[in-house]
């Protein structure tokens, strides 16, 4: 079985300003036909479990393919301020 690398950061410092700011993000990588092929979601700790839950079924979705964050539609998994 290969064993599968998440995608390279390359700025830890901007990780980590992200998760200071918001709590969590997601990087993936695609292929050559931009499908996507691996992805990985940081969470930071020492936030209610209801902040982590909302916040990882965020990132799973827009993994799944939806990546965009959209302040048009509210309520919506897709909008950071619900």
Do not use: H, W
Request: overall charge positive; proline content about 4%; hydrophobic content about 40%.
């Amino acid at each position: 079985m290969e064993k599968l690398a998440g995608p390279r950061i390359k700025n830890r410092k901007k990780v980590i300003d992200i998760l200071l700011t918001s709590g969590c993000l997601f990087f993936y990588d695609t292929d050559a036909k931009y499908r996507i092929t691996r992805a990985s979601i940081f969470v930071r700790t020492g936030r209610s479990a209801n902040d982590i839950e909302a916040c990882l079924l965020e990132e799973m979705t827009q993994i799944l393919g939806l990546p965009n964050d959209s302040d048009l539609i509210r309520p919506s998994v897709f909008n950071n301020g619900d």
